[in-house]
């Protein structure tokens, strides 16, 4: 009963994430977009304004990531609504996915901190899966508002693309996990601790060379928060440019012929079916491990102190 509301937490973030970006990070973007609609067919690399509610504008990947996530609700719902201790058909498949997921994701953060953050890595990797396989299904990016040329009817205004085909979508998710690792790791070391894990001095020195590891650790640590606020473009710009460049290749393939364009173009969609999990895994396992490096000390000294018990 935790997954659907962890699904809904995600779209909130997510419709206040494309707020601000939609008209301001990727306004050199839109500009361009109507241009490239004409010159090509190939998917344009900001999401298109389909609609406004008020002085809020709708664009076609926002419409998609709805779509999923109200889909994923839907059927986590329906599917655990009667929920039977031998479970058959749907409950039996979100329970073996939950529990594949938690046994992985138990293996690389501990029984301690996967209890904590499950909720949002399960999250994570399930809609990325389901958004990147939705924006297979055909006429996603091919059904729109256009005009008629010579060529054949042009689409301007797709009204469906892939949600992760658009860099507000994946920025959106690498920043609420940002938000949520500093918290994580402010409960698992403290303040104190926290800075210490940054820019502590490691091993036991003394004299003069305990004062050299102090300048050079403090050396390493300002690079380290380099590392760390570059974690989030780094996230959105893997995820966004595999799933954007994947559309674009299966468009390509398709438009090389008008009668045999789908058996060229059928070896890559069966790829990109591939490239979806691939994605998702990725994505999932790059935010555990740098949730898990930065609990770590955390996990190994309450492991040790159960050990000691024992």
């Known amino acids: 009963m935790r997954l659907p509301k962890s699904v809904l937490f995600c779209v909130l973030f ?3 994430a494309h707020l601000g970006w939609s008209q301001e990070a990727v306004a050199a973007m839109h500009a361009t ?4 609609a004409h010159e090509h067919h190939g998917l344009p690399q900001a999401a298109v304004e389909v609609h406004h509610i008020g002085s809020f504008p709708i664009t076609n990947s926002m419409i998609v990531s709805w779509i999923v996530a109200l889909g994923l609700i ?5 599917a655990m609504r009667n929920a039977k201790e031998i479970p058959s058909g749907a409950q039996n498949f979100w329970e073996w996915m939950i529990e594949s997921l938690y046994l992985f994701l138990e293996g690389i953060l501990g029984r301690d901190l996967v209890k904590k953050s499950f909720w949002f890595f399960a ?3 399930i809609f990325i899966l ?7 299904i055909p006429g996603v990016g091919t059904i729109g508002y256009g005009h008629q040329s010579a060529h054949g009817f042009v689409v301007e205004r797709p009204i469906f693309r892939g949600g992760n085909a658009d860099l507000n ?3 959106a998710m690498s920043i609420a996990f940002f938000g949520c690792w500093i918290v994580w790791a402010l409960q698992a070391n403290g303040p104190g601790g926290f800075l210490m894990h940054i820019f502590g001095p490691k091993g036991d020195t003394k004299g003069g060379m305990k004062v050299l590891m102090i300048v050079v650790f403090l050396a390493v640590g300002l690079l380290e928060v380099v590392s760390i606020m570059f974690r989030p473009v780094s996230l959105s710009f893997r995820l966004y440019g595999n799933i954007f460049a994947g559309e674009n290749l299966l468009e390509a393939m398709s438009s090389i012929s008008a009668w045999w364009g789908w058996a060229i173009a059928l070896p890559f969609y ?3 079916l591939m490239v979806g999990i691939v994605q998702a895994l990725v994505f999932m396992l790059l935010t555990s491990v740098f949730t898990m490096l930065i609990c770590e000390h955390e996990e190994g000294h309450a492991h040790g102190e159960v050990e000691h018990h024992h």
């Open 130 to 136: 389901f958004t990147n396989w939705f924006g297979l």
């Open 74 to 78: 839907i059927c986590a719902r329906v």
């Open 123 to 125: 999250t994570i990797f």
């Open 169 to 171: 979508m994946t920025m």
């Open 33 to 36: 977009t109507e241009q490239e």
């Open 270 to 272: 069966l790829m990109e």
């Open 14 to 16: 997510f419709v206040a």
